[in-house]
């Protein structure tokens, strides 16, 4: 079946470690993007990619950095830099690059805890 | 810049009683509206999508959610409520050019027996 893997579903964190989390489809869409999810503030966007080797910051970058060196892979590194890392962050696809019009499918989430 | 309300933090109704909830958006030209819904600890699902047409679309699990643009407003609606609801419901506004979906700050439902 076609979807979103996002690994791992829980992972924890020492304060000032660097972390990675996994996103890959295989539903051939061109866009991907990563979504931080905070109790009672909705998603919002930190980095979307809208075709291989080319990405772009959402509305909280900082702190965050993404690559996207194969269409069906989108990881994100939560940094040291970043000053409150404890959320679930989602990624999600669309197909097109008419980005911002288009349906996303999601992942099943990272929940990330900085201890 | 678009934005989308979610004014209902969180909802309760019984089981069998009708739901809407509310969706209200900001946008100069015609948006393209979502509604998704997420389970605890889960990703989220698309329950329906207007983008042009209809104004009153329906979705899976029998939702249905109606485009007011006088009000500006997409809400969405379920005649009778199953247990099987409780969720968090997100409404999303997208444009053509735009980056990315804008996600309102989402309705909690609990449903009672």
């Known amino acids: 079946d076609g979807g979103i893997t996002q690994s791992p579903k829980y992972l924890f964190r020492k304060e000032g470690q660097n972390v990675t989390l996994s996103c890959e489809q295989n539903?051939?869409?061109?866009?991907m993007y990563w979504y931080r999810q905070d109790p009672g503030q909705g998603l919002r966007l930190i980095y979307y990619?809208?075709?291989?080797?080319?990405?772009q910051k959402g509305d909280i970058a900082e702190g965050y950095s993404v690559s996207r060196e194969k269409k069906e892979s989108f990881p994100l590194t939560v940094t040291s830099a970043q000053k409150n890392p404890t959320a679930f962050y989602l990624c999600?696809?669309?197909?097109?690059?008419?980005?911002?019009?288009?349906?996303?499918?999601f992942g099943e989430g990272s929940r990330l805890t900085v201890l | 810049a678009q934005s989308v309300t979610q004014p209902d933090i969180h909802i309760t109704v019984s089981e069998g009683a009708s739901l809407e909830l509310r969706c209200n958006y900001s946008?100069?030209?015609?948006?393209?509206l979502f509604w998704y819904v997420q389970s605890p600890g889960q990703g989220l699902q698309l329950l329906l999508k207007?983008?042009?047409?209809?104004?009153l679309v329906q979705g899976i699990k029998g939702f249905e959610a109606e485009f007011k643009r006088s009000q500006s407003s997409f809400n969405l609606r379920k005649p009778s409520v199953h247990w099987s609801d409780a969720a968090e419901y997100f409404c999303?506004?997208?444009?053509?050019?735009?980056?990315?979906?804008?996600f309102g700050s989402g309705t909690r439902l609990q449903v009672q027996p």
């Open positions: 990619s809208q075709i291989v080797n080319d990405f």
């Open positions: 207007y983008f042009s047409g209809d104004t």
């Open positions: 999303a506004v997208g444009a053509t050019g735009r980056r990315a979906l804008t």
């Open positions: 539903l051939n869409h061109d866009a």
């Open positions: 946008y100069g030209a015609t948006p393209y």
């Open positions: 999600a696809s669309s197909m097109g690059q008419g980005a911002g019009a288009g349906e996303l499918f």
